[in-house]
């Protein structure tokens, strides 16, 4: 039936069976979709905006992985410093 944590019915995994709609991409449009009533729906333009933040966030995990990893310190409700993982090496694969 898919890999839900709400329950679908029968019909409903019919209707995706016969459409060759996945359970992967019922739950993008269930976590990135906008509500109309009873519907959730992620259009064109939803899918477009939600690839260039992919992409984004690709090129800074990247940076990241290129420090080696980061640590942020916080006290109290404030950011104290940052800093790259000491004895840190490039290990982009």
């Known amino acids: 039936m898919g890999n839900f944590k709400r329950k679908i019915t029968r019909h409903m995994d019919a209707r995706m069976n016969q459409r060759g709609i996945p359970g992967t991409l019922v739950n993008l449009v269930l976590l990135h979709g906008r509500w109309d009533g009873d519907a959730c729906k992620l259009d064109r333009n939803d899918l477009c905006k939600l690839k260039e933040e992919v992409e984004h966030l690709r090129s800074t ?19 104290v410093t940052a800093y790259a993982r000491p004895n840190a090496r490039s290990r982009r694969k």
């Open 61 to 79: 995990v990247l940076k990241a992985l290129d420090k080696g990893g980061l640590a942020v310190v916080e006290a109290g409700g404030t950011l």
